[in-house]
């Protein structure tokens, strides 16, 4: 009898597999890191094959290690890394390039070039999105005119363009499907939000065939089966996301104004805002929440390129602490005004400044200035980030006043202290935070009839501590006017270095 659902959950530094039990409950998880390459200043990629074999090695694992035969799978979700853009070989599988991550600025020049008003305006009606080298389309253009006989073989229908979820949708049935759900293609820039279609006119604009482009699905859908070589029979794929619209079904968010946090690699704030899609006036993103049964559920985001990235340099670059597990600790008599602030712009500034110039900087170190203020300016750097956001979603009227959050981060009680504190709003820590693979897991389940409906998911979400804010205004408001002089600070000598 079948017991279990496999969720895939294709991070930017990590592959997971998770088995969650009927009732939402986690039986077992693998997890394997894989290698990050950066070719130039401010290019991100990773080795196609390094994906699929992390989430392959993984998935076998869990099912190996908890002794869960593949009839005892009842579906299969699949969440991954937004934005990041992969070109095949629709014959042999076969990339002909490197997957370039959501982080990469290389088409910063390209877009900069594009960038009229009335271009700008008319993405930004069709996709909810801005013109920034973070979306996939840019990036596709970029290999099909980079890479040597590229373009010559989209022409000819030979090539296959998906973000990672549709790559390994691509592996996991042997080739047979070329599908992404409209989550995923709404991060594309290609694809139109209000008519659910990819849009002639931009890929005219970017110059890519529309042979290139995946069939687009629900989020909760029949995507295909795995073939028999890969878990021995096969598994239905029922469930298809991107990772932080996989959050928010993760968090039951589905009540127009719910809002969640993820801090992962990024942060990335999201704000159910129902049937409209809503457009934001301060340089937030509209974007498809989730689409169950042909109807769209649009949501507001603001995105933040820098969260646990900013603590795996604190560890690995700089190399002040052995893991970031030991970052509460060092930090917990830091006081919360020391004078230091870590701008993490190392691959530009998110929303709401777009920036892809500006890059990071250490302010305010005197020689009182140690290893401890220096990660307390880093993990409150991530506080002051979703400040930026709430701040601009407040602009356009839509403040959450309680904010569920996810993702490494928030097992740190002193990060999400402050994150209250600086918000002056309710954090919610959920009792099961591996939110993005649990969305993806009830989508799926939606899908293979495991659950009824939203609601019933719904009454399934509980909380584990409720963090409220003890800071008084007049602080709150103290700090941030410092972020934001730093950052501003930050910008103008990113220019000026640019300029010379």
């Known amino acids: 009898m079948s017991k279990y659902i496999l969720s895939i959950d294709q991070g930017t530094t990590s592959s997971r597999a998770i088995l969650f039990t009927k009732d939402a409950d986690v039986f077992g998880s693998a997890q394997q890191e894989f290698s990050q390459h950066f070719p130039k200043n401010g290019w991100v990629e990773h080795d196609p094959n390094d994906i699929w074999q992390t989430v392959l090695s993984t998935s076998r694992e869990v099912l190996s290690k908890n002794d869960v035969k593949p009839d005892e799978i009842i579906a299969i979700g699949i969440t991954n890394q937004r934005e990041t853009t992969l070109v095949w070989n629709k014959k042999t ?26 271009l700008c305006q008319t993405i930004s009606d069709k996709t909810g999105l801005l013109l920034d080298p973070y979306f996939s389309a840019t990036k596709v253009r970029w290999i099909l005119d980079n890479v040597e006989g590229a373009r010559e073989q989209a022409d000819a229908g030979e090539l296959a363009f998906g973000t990672v979820d549709t ?6 049935t042997g080739g047979q499907e070329h599908r992404t759900d409209a989550t995923n293609a709404s991060r594309t820039m290609l694809f139109n939000i209000h008519t659910q279609q990819w849009d ?6 970017f ?13 909760a859908d029949e995507f295909g089966s795995t073939s028999k070589d890969i878990f021995g029979a096969p598994i239905r794929v029922c469930g298809i996301a991107g990772d932080q619209q996989a959050a928010l079904v993760g968090h039951a968010c589905f009540e127009q104004g719910m809002a969640k946090s993820t801090y992962g690699t990024g942060c990335f704030l999201m704000l159910n805002t129902g049937e409209k899609a809503l457009t934001s006036e301060n340089r937030l993103l509209t974007t498809v929440a989730y689409r169950l049964n042909g109807k769209p559920t649009y949501a507001i985001e603001g995105s933040i390129f820098m969260a646990g990235a900013t603590m795996q340099w604190i560890v690995e670059g700089l190399k002040l602490l052995s893991h970031a597990g030991e970052s509460e600790s060092l930090v917990k008599d830091v006081p919360l005004d020391h004078g230091v602030f870590l701008v993490p712009s190392f691959t530009g500034l998110g929303a709401p400044y777009w920036d892809p110039n500006a890059r990071g900087a250490i302010l305010g170190l005197t020689r009182d200035s140690g290893i401890s203020t220096i990660v307390a300016a880093a993990l409150q750097s991530v506080g002051y980030q979703t400040k930026d956001l709430q701040k601009a979603m407040e602009r356009d009227g839509l403040r959450p006043s309680v ?11 002193w990060v999400l202290t402050f994150l209250s504190n600086i918000l002056g709003a ?5 009792t099961v935070t591996e939110t993005t693979s649990l969305g993806v897991a009830y989508l799926a389940g939606l899908q293979a009839g495991i659950y009824e409906s939203t609601e019933q998911l719904a009454k399934m979400w509980t909380c584990d501590r409720r963090f409220e804010p003890t800071m008084s205004a007049d602080e709150r408001n103290d700090l941030y006017a410092k972020w934001q002089h730093c950052v501003a600070q930050v910008r103008l000598s990113s220019d000026d270095c640019q300029q010379q």
């Open 207 to 219: 110059g890519i065939p529309e042979s290139m482009l995946p069939q687009v699905m629900d989020s």
């Open 93 to 118: 599988g076969k990339p002909v390039y490197n997957a370039i991550v959501w982080q990469d600025r290389r088409t910063s020049d390209y877009c900069e070039s594009l960038s009229t008003d009335e």
């Open 167 to 172: 790559y390994l949708l691509w592996h996991l």
């Open 426 to 430: 309710t954090v919610e820590r959920p």
């Open 403 to 413: 904010l569920r959050v996810d993702g490494g981060m928030v097992k740190n009680n």
């Open 200 to 205: 002639q006119e931009l890929l005219d604009l």
